[in-house]
């Protein structure tokens, strides 16, 4: 019994012996392919090759020479390399600093206390400084600067008096000393980072905008990874493009690349022949090549917005009538584009800024019910309503021209007769006889419901004055409320409130929000796609396994 229960000991030792080993061997195994793995990812980050040009065409079929953030066909992913903001989005939309080291709100919730960066300068040497910081968001509320003074002067102190000319300055605007910032609001508002991290925010150097002005804009200089180089031009010395080329003194990680080169002239053949890098995903041939695709959401909406001061649009029964005519899933399949790809939209708010969510249409095309509210408003097609600019601007002519045609078709089918108009400008909508539709497109700038009913819906937006003429107290009474509420889940409510409003009253019609699509050559590397899409895409990460 004894000598069976040493042999048992025994063999239960030498088991576990052997289990050990089996550990042992298991263990090194694992550690040594972490070892492999973290040099093999170690080697990787050695093989980032820097130096190169990259040539990217963009969404954009013009440029226009003057990269101005405040311009509304700026490519605000030009802008993103040159310029730079207090603070930004991240990939998953939180706020972060930029320029900005950190910042301090006061309890009450009222003053925002920004500490800068003190190694940051101007591509010409110029230090960044707080009167830049005021220097450059004073120049937003400044009329004639675009619609974007809408989001300070219910918020801000002093900013509605600057803005119409009684005060000099901005009085919530504060240089406390060379690199702290302060800003004071009339009330708390938890949207006000969202503001300041927006595009359209960026800061630029005092010195520059008080001696050029505009002339500024056309060779700018800012304080991002990227610095402006020189137009590309043709052999008509037109502006085609732009050149941009690295920041060797930047304050952060240097680029990778040595200059980027954006142009809407770029072709497909030089694509495909390796000349260029990134080209919109906009020929089937595409699907051929080894390229990589990259999809993203715009954030661009689409909408065809309504003459509401005239007659017969300034009737809400007329409007509707137009809805209910519309075949929206017809129009998106004639607006289709292989590089920009409609998604049918029933939301006035983009559905995916947080909080909100896609709605379904409550009907679908019902002529038979629109021609009903067309007689409850009053017109009988013996003696329909005259004729009806369709306006479409002349930079987006050729889509505008596809979806014209069978817009056409159905909005006859209720009395509305629709003629094209190709505009040069918004503004020239105001030289119009006629009652009008208009193709509109609007790309949310940060991600609030703000950032869409203020400046298209609300009374005294620069859009809505231009194009809809829409008045409703009720939006105006949300809005009110929206800024003095401090929840956000209750903020939210407010604005889902106020888009039944809308679509109550129909001012647009929602037709669709916009996908992009890139191609990208396979030896492009480092791409990250931000959440708000291509054009806040951060190219200093961009690198290519081969340097031309």
Same mark, same amino acid.
């Given at each position: 019994m004894q000598r069976e229960a040493i042999s048992s000991i025994l063999e239960k030792d030498a088991l576990m012996s052997l289990i050990t080993k089996k550990n042992f061997f298991k263990t090194s195994l694992v550690f040594f392919l972490f070892l492999v793995l973290s040099v093999a990812g170690y080697s990787q980050q050695e093989k980032v090759r820097t130096g190169g040009t990259l040539r990217v065409r963009t969404f954009y079929q013009g440029l226009v020479p003057s990269l101005d953030p405040v311009q509304p066909d700026c490519d605000l992913v030009i802008l993103d390399q040159i310029f730079e903001g207090l603070i930004r989005f991240n990939s998953s939309l939180q706020i972060v600093p930029e320029l900005a080291d950190y910042w301090v709100i006061s309890p009450e919730g009222t003053k925002y206390t920004f500490y800068l960066k003190k190694n940051v300068r101007f591509h010409h040497g110029h230090p960044l400084t707080a009167r830049d910081v005021k220097a450059s968001l004073e120049r937003l509320i400044k009329p004639g600067r675009g619609p974007f003074y809408a989001y300070f002067i219910s918020k801000v102190k002093g900013a509605k008096e600057f803005y119409e000319g009684r005060e000099t300055g901005v009085k919530g605007f504060s240089v406390r000393d060379n690199h702290i910032f302060e800003i004071e609001l009339l009330e708390p508002n938890p949207s006000f980072l969202s503001i300041l991290a927006a595009p359209f925010c960026k800061i630029f150097p005092q010195d520059l905008l008080d001696s050029q002005d505009k002339n500024f804009f056309y060779r700018p200089s800012g304080t991002g990874p990227f610095?402006?180089?020189?137009?590309?031009?043709?052999?008509?010395?037109?502006?085609?493009?732009?050149?941009?080329?690295?920041?060797?003194?930047y304050y952060g990680p240097k680029p990778h690349l040595e200059a980027i080169e954006f142009s809407s002239t770029f072709t497909l053949d030089q694509f495909l022949e390796r000349e260029v890098d990134i080209i919109p995903y906009y020929s089937p041939s595409l699907s051929r090549t080894e390229c990589q695709v990259l999809e993203s959401d715009s954030f661009q909406l689409l909408y065809l917005g309504f003459s509401c001061h005239r007659s017969p649009f300034d009737n809400p029964l007329v409007r509707k009538a137009a809805s209910l005519a519309i075949d929206k899933r017809h129009l998106a399949r004639t607006y289709f584009t292989f590089e920009t790809m409609p998604q049918v939209?029933?939301?006035?708010?983009?559905?995916?800024?947080?909080?909100f969510f896609p709605l379904e249409a409550k009907e679908d095309r019902n002529i038979n019910e629109a021609r009903s509210l067309m007689a409850q408003a009053g017109y009988i097609f013996s003696r329909p309503p005259g004729p009806v600019d369709f306006c479409v601007l002349k930079k987006d002519r050729w889509r505008g021209e596809r979806i014209y045609w069978?817009?056409?078709?159905?909005?006859?089918?209720?009395?509305?007769?629709?003629?094209?108009?190709?505009?040069?400008?918004?503004?020239?909508?105001?030289?119009?006889?006629?009652?009008?539709?208009?193709?509109? &497109? =609007?790309?949310?700038?940060?991600?609030?419901?703000?950032? %869409?009913?203020?400046? /298209?819906?609300?009374?005294n937006a620069e859009i809505n004055q231009l194009l809809f003429h829409y008045k409703s107290e009720t939006v105006e009474t949300l809005l009110a409320l929206s800024e003095r509420e401090k &929840? =956000?889940?209750?903020?939210?409510?407010?604005?889902?409130? %106020?888009?039944?409003? /809308?679509?109550?009253?129909?001012?647009?019609?929602p037709l669709f929000s916009l996908h992009q699509r890139l191609a990208v050559q396979r030896y492009v590397r480092g791409i990250k796609v931000p959440a708000l899409g291509f054009s806040l895409m951060d190219m200093s990460l961009v690198w290519k396994e081969e340097v031309r």
């Open positions: 610095k402006f180089a020189y137009w590309l031009r043709d052999s008509r010395l037109r502006i085609i493009g732009v050149r941009l080329e690295r920041n060797e003194n939209l029933n939301n006035i708010i983009h559905p995916r800024l947080p909080g069978p817009l056409k078709e159905q909005l006859a089918e209720i009395g509305l007769d629709i003629r094209l108009k190709i505009i040069s400008s918004l503004k020239n909508v105001q030289s119009l006889k006629n009652p009008y539709l208009i193709l509109f &497109s =609007w790309t949310i700038d940060f991600p609030d419901p703000e950032n %869409i009913v203020r400046p /298209l819906f609300s009374l &929840s =956000w889940g209750k903020r939210n409510e407010i604005f889902r409130q %106020i888009e039944a409003q /809308l679509l109550k009253d129909l001012p647009v019609i």
